[in-house]
């Protein structure tokens, strides 16, 4: 399995946390529970930051990606070795 593949699938797992989080949110608001929605919403940041972070680390593997197929990926990392 390929980075991209495994980020997707970890960003597809997110979000389905973030949808039943949401969910669980809309019962305990109708019920006055706000004691549990003060964790709900702590566990929604949460998500919400991981999905954050995961998306930026699709976006630098979708570069490599780009970079390694069009054959520059290679020349830059000779280049950073010819200098050390």
Not at 10 to 37: F, N, P, S, V, W
Request: glycine share 4%; proline share 0%; with cysteine.
């Amino acid at each position: 399995m390929d980075a991209l593949t495994n980020l997707n699938n970890q960003i597809e797992r997110e979000i389905l946390c973030i949808d039943d989080l949401t969910e669980e949110i809309k019962m305990h608001a109708r019920k006055g529970q706000t004691d549990i929605l003060k964790q709900l919403e702590r566990d929604l940041h949460n998500s919400l930051q991981q999905l954050e972070k995961l998306h930026e680390k699709k976006g630098f593997w979708a570069t490599v990606a780009t970079l390694n197929k069009n054959g520059k990926l290679q020349k830059a990392v000779n280049e950073v070795v010819e200098m050390a």
